[in-house]
């Protein structure tokens, strides 16, 4: 471990960087079937909801490890917030977005009540931001 | 153009390399870290800092026994730069205005397989798939006309050859329905050039009927 890296990060490479693009482009494709059935089942909802947060947990994590080279490891999703934000240009919006889906995450894993039509559709929406944004950042080289 | 790596069209590889590093954060990085974030030997990275520093495009933060290097925001050449990350975005959004003054807008648009990806090489096309209206004919002299003005305006920008295909939504639906590969690549890879995806056109048709 270099001497800048804290306990709160994990270093990674540009093919980890694939490797969680994909996994979150996987969860987004998930959860955009499982947002068809929200229609009719309101758990459904929850579940969308749920790997839409992981989409974009994953796609933080492989714009962090293409840009900066390591990723967050903190329980705290904020954490990865703040590295995201280290990345230009856009980094800062794409953190904003992070951090807006990972309010919606005890709702929609913990919570006894369903996430609301227009809170899904706002969590899939931020989640295909972040996938985006990622597949911009690992495709720069 | 290299969509794999363009920033290399107007610097040597290697400058691209280290230039795409330090202009994609904020953070002041160690030559090691730019090191492996580029992927260059660390010989030829300590030198390109080196000239980069001297010209001032660089600045140099001590953290303890380490330096720390951090694009110079405010260098007259950082601007620069920064436009050689997205040179892929300023390519796409280019041929996004172009689809937007077509007199016959297409029902949707993306580019797909090693362009989407970024990989490739500079021989390699830029693939575009346009979803034509149900409404219009692919022999219109307006559509014909539009599609081979994009695929001039896609050489002169990039210099790569644009294979455009032209589908209806009634024929994506049925490459859904075979399951055929350019459905899994536009899944997997594409970049989108209008608001809608391709993959939603037939279900649109649908509900417009």
């Known amino acids: ?141 | 153009m290299d969509l794999s790596k363009p920033a290399t069209a107007v610097v040597p590889s290697a400058d691209a390399d280290v230039l795409t590093v330090v202009a994609g954060t904020t953070r002041a990085l160690t030559g090691r870290e730019i090191q492996r974030l580029s992927g260059r030997s660390l010989q030829a990275v300590q030198n390109i800092l080196k000239r980069m520093v001297a010209h001032g495009l660089l600045e140099v933060l001590e953290a303890g026994s380490a330096q720390l290097y951090r694009l110079n925001r405010d260098h007259v050449a950082a601007d620069a730069a920064v436009a050689l990350l997205d040179l892929r975005g300023r390519l796409f959004e280019r041929i996004r205005q172009q689809l937007k003054q077509w007199p016959m807008p297409p029902a949707a648009a993306a580019v797909f397989g090693s362009a989407a990806r970024g990989d490739g090489d500079p021989a390699s096309d830029i693939d575009v798939l346009v979803v034509r209206p149900e409404n219009v004919d692919e022999t219109d002299r307006l559509w014909a006309g539009a599609v081979d003005d994009l695929a001039r305006s896609i050489l002169r920008w990039s210099g790569n050859r644009a294979s455009i295909i032209q589908v209806t939504p009634a024929q994506i639906s049925d490459m859904m329905h075979r399951n055929e590969p350019i459905v899994a690549s536009l899944r997997r890879d594409s970049v989108l050039l209008t608001d809608t995806s391709p993959l939603t056109t037939p279900e649109r048709a649908g509900s417009e009927r």
């Open chain 1, 1 to 141: 471990m270099s001497a800048r890296e804290t306990p709160r990060t994990a270093t990674c490479t540009k093919a980890d960087a694939g490797v969680r693009l994909d996994q979150a482009r996987k969860f987004e494709e998930v959860a955009e079937l499982v947002q068809t059935e929200a229609d009719v089942l309101s758990s459904a909802a929850n579940v969308a909801a749920s790997l839409a947060v992981l989409a974009g947990i994953a796609a933080s994590d492989a714009a962090c490890c293409a840009a900066l080279g390591r990723r967050s490891r903190a329980q705290d999703h904020r954490a990865a917030a703040d590295l995201l934000r280290q990345i230009a240009p856009a980094g800062d919006l794409a953190a904003a977005k992070l951090e807006r889906l990972v309010d919606l995450k005890d709702t929609a894993q913990y919570g006894v009540i369903y996430v609301s039509a227009a809170d899904l559709r706002t969590a899939m929406r931020l989640a295909k931001g972040l996938v985006e944004f990622a597949a911009g950042v690992v495709s720069r080289r």
